[in-house]
């Protein structure tokens, strides 16, 4: 199709290209089925396509802990789902083939509260939720079972974390990324999600670990390349794939007894510390590689004790003030308050 060959050229990610050519497949299917002519759909009939995903029986995986749609698919999925389909339609207006965006939040009829421009509502509501972390209690038992893990484990870990690196940056380290000397590695821009390299530091001890898993990694391969290596029969000394990364993680996950801890979990818990150390938002922004400190204040997780505690001192401060600001009040000559 030449609108997914122009993502393609634009640079996007094989798999961001995949996913667009799945959801869209899922939309033109839903129209044949419907006898909709997806070239004239309505903002209606896109969203007849929604509460189908809305309502069709749940199939979710064994490592699906919770959903948050209240249906079949989570709130993030619908809005994954989406966006080919309005990438699409975007597509059609530009080559001339439709005046307006029937899924919203479109830029072509900006004001039109059907027409899909700026002042539609959007057809999925967006929810943004804190994201969560493990308690200290939950952290600890993760560590325990991990310290059972082979090195290359312990070190994945200790990277994602000391880095705050996505899965498919942490799984993409190639051993020419690494600076030893600083103790820096870098994230090329073709592995991260916003196309933004950056250089990041990791810690003293998690460099001890990489020395270890380096000198290890030499008994597999003495080739550079990709870091991590797979050493099942299976795939001996070839790159480590995402999902085996996803399965280890899932399966200290269960064992520790901690279910909803998952490879982007140390994301989380890195940028929140980096938060509660008092670094500036923008700092964090830029240690993470987002695009903006919007999304970095969606990482930046205090916890109800937290904000207990700053509510507390807060209150002090100001019980403190008024009861001083009374008290000079009363102080005058005479100070008689009968």
Known sequence: MEWLGIWADLGRAPRTIDAYARGLAEYLESCERHGV?????????????????????????????????????????????????????????????R????????????????????????????????????????????????????????????????????????????????????????????????????????????????????????????????LFLSESRRNHAQPLSLWTWSKVVRRIALTAGVSRFSTHTTRHLCLTDLARMGWEVHAIATFAGHRSTDSTLRYIHLSGHELAAKLSSSMAQIHDWRVGMLTEAGAGPGGNTA
């Open 37 to 97: 002519d997806p070239l004239a759909a309505t903002r209606a009939q896109v969203a007849a396509f929604v509460r189908e995903l809305t309502t069709r029986p749940s199939r979710r995986g064994v490592n699906v802990v919770a959903l948050d749609s209240g249906a079949g698919l989570a709130n993030a999925t619908l809005q994954q789902r989406l966006v080919p389909v309005r990438l699409f339609y975007d597509f059609l207006i530009e080559e001339g083939l």
């Open 99 to 226: 005046e307006s965006n029937p899924v919203g939040r479109g830029k072509y009829t900006p004001g039109r509260r059907f027409g899909g421009g700026r002042g539609a509502r959007p057809l999925v509501p967006r929810m943004v939720k804190l994201p969560w972390i493990p308690s200290e209690a939950e952290w600890l038992r993760l560590l325990e079972v991990f310290r059972d893990e082979p090195v290359r484990n312990r070190v994945m870990l200790a990277l994602a974390y000391d880095a705050a690196l996505r899965r498919e940056e942490l799984c993409s380290l190639r051993t020419d990324d690494l600076d030893p000397s600083h103790r820096t590695l870098r994230v090329r821009a073709e592995t991260t999600k916003t196309r933004r390299e950056r250089v990041v530091p990791y810690s003293a001890p998690t460099g001890v670990l990489l020395a270890e898993y380096l000198r290890h990694r030499a008994t597999l391969s003495r080739d550079r390349g990709l």
